[in-house]
């Protein structure tokens, strides 16, 4: 039995889930509000203890140039671009490969397979830390891109391939029946007839994967140590040591670091709620 829609219940409950949800809106905004309130003061003002109230300035321009002009945030930037699109790419390539496969063809060994592709998925990272760490030193990748991007490759496609091995698998037969019908080879049958019906899935996917790699700084820390090449996330943390009284940087590097996620969503908004809500509504 599903429950009573919000606006078909009695008033009180109405009034009780309305100021909840407001509540919770301001929980989440209110820090958000405070970072791009500070970014916008000046040095002087950051210094006064005004966190809090109106800025008295808008320093909007001299911040943010300043990011880009007295620190090395544009590297991090370009570091973080080096790690995350590569990965986020080759994660797509594999899991769609490989739930490609999973879903539709039956080999022994099979669920072993789709099993550990799952069981990896509940390891925590924290476990692997120091055998990650161990292993990129040993094979010479540790402190360049190459040791983030196979990582966050190797990380990321179990759950990728779950999300896209159940996309595939909803596809209806007959589909594939008439590919084998027409002489269609199984790449073919990938390219011309998977592909095009998977696209929202292969976009809500991007999305979830830039995210996770561009917001990561646990793997950050671990696998890179010089300035070359540590992503983002690192960086901030850097800056924050270097300029340690300069909150008004600070908070609008943080601004900075944060949007290509959000503008990744929103250019991709219509895909990605296509892509997650597939299945759950029978035509």
């Known amino acids: 039995m599903y429950p009573r829609p919000i606006a078909e219940d009695a008033p009180v409950r109405r009034f009780a889930y309305a100021s909840m949800v407001v509540l919770i809106l301001a929980l989440w905004l209110v820090p958000l509000m ?37 620190t090395a945030m544009a590297r991090y930037f370009l570091n973080s671009l080096i790690v995350t699109l590569p990965s986020v790419v080759g994660v797509l390539v594999l ?88 002489g269609a080879s199984p790449w073919q049958t990938l390219w011309h007839v998977v592909l095009p019906l998977i696209r929202p899935a292969l976009a809500a996917l991007a999305i979830l994967t830039f995210t996770f790699v561009w917001n990561d700084y646990f793997w950050a820390i671990v696998l890179t140590q010089s300035d070359a090449v540590k992503p983002v996330t690192a960086g901030l943390n850097n800056l924050r040591g270097e300029w340690v009284s300069a909150w008004n940087l600070v908070a609008a590097a943080t601004i900075l670091v944060a949007i290509p996620p959000v503008v990744m969503f929103f250019l991709m908004q219509r895909h990605f709620i296509a892509g997650l809500t597939v299945g759950a509504v029978k035509g």
């Open 34 to 70: 405070a970072v791009m309130a500070t970014s916008l003061r000046s040095f002087e003002e950051v210094m006064a203890g005004n966190y809090w109230g109106w800025p008295k300035s808008f320093n909007f321009i001299e911040n943010y140039m300043a990011v880009f002009t007295q």
């Open 95 to 182: 899991s769609t490969l490989t739930g490609y496969v999973l879903s539709r063809y039956r080999f022994r060994g099979a669920n072993l397979m789709f099993a550990l592709f799952v069981g990896g998925n509940f390891l925590p990272a924290q476990i692997m830390m120091i055998p990650v760490r161990d292993l990129m030193v040993s094979i010479g990748l540790y402190d360049t891109y190459y040791a983030l991007i196979v990582f966050h490759i190797a990380f990321q496609t179990g759950f990728a391939t779950l999300f896209m091995r159940n996309f595939i698998a909803a596809l209806p037969d007959e589909l594939f029946q008439a590919a084998r019908a027409e």
